[in-house]
Nanobody
């Protein structure tokens, strides 16, 4: 069992930056990759980005490429999402997730463990 806890959400003006953190604990031996998802009001939860356990591979949604960066500190079992040039449309609850599937992708059904989410609000 993997337990995930997000932190770092808050209020920020458009064009600003914010860094989210996700601390993983429990039995992480089978975790192949971790990722970030977000759910805006009235919309479905969607993929933001993912990173392999050792950080060798990353993948981002087109909407955040060039603005968001995923990284992790394996020693601390902590995942990060650096968000720059934030836009009002980035406003959402951001979720950390982990998958035990080797061929991981963007579908939330592929991710086995989820955090409680952290709110990010970008004002215009």
């Amino acid at each position: 069992q993997v337990h995930l806890v997000e932190s770092g959400g808050g209020l920020v003006q458009a064009g600003g930056s914010l860094r989210l953190s996700c601390a993983a604990s429990g039995s992480t031996f089978s975790t192949y990759a971790m990722g970030w998802f977000r759910q805006a009001p009235g919309k479905e939860r969607g993929f933001v980005g993912g990173i392999s356990w050792f950080g060798y591979r990353t993948f981002y949604a087109d909407s955040v490429k060039g603005r968001f960066t995923i990284s992790k500190d394996s020693a601390k079992n902590t995942l990060y999402l650096q968000m720059n040039s934030l836009k009002p449309e980035d406003t959402a609850v951001y979720y950390c997730a982990a998958t035990e599937i080797r061929d991981w992708g963007t579908d939330e059904s592929e991710y086995h463990y989820w955090g409680q989410g952290t709110q990010v609000t970008v004002s215009s």
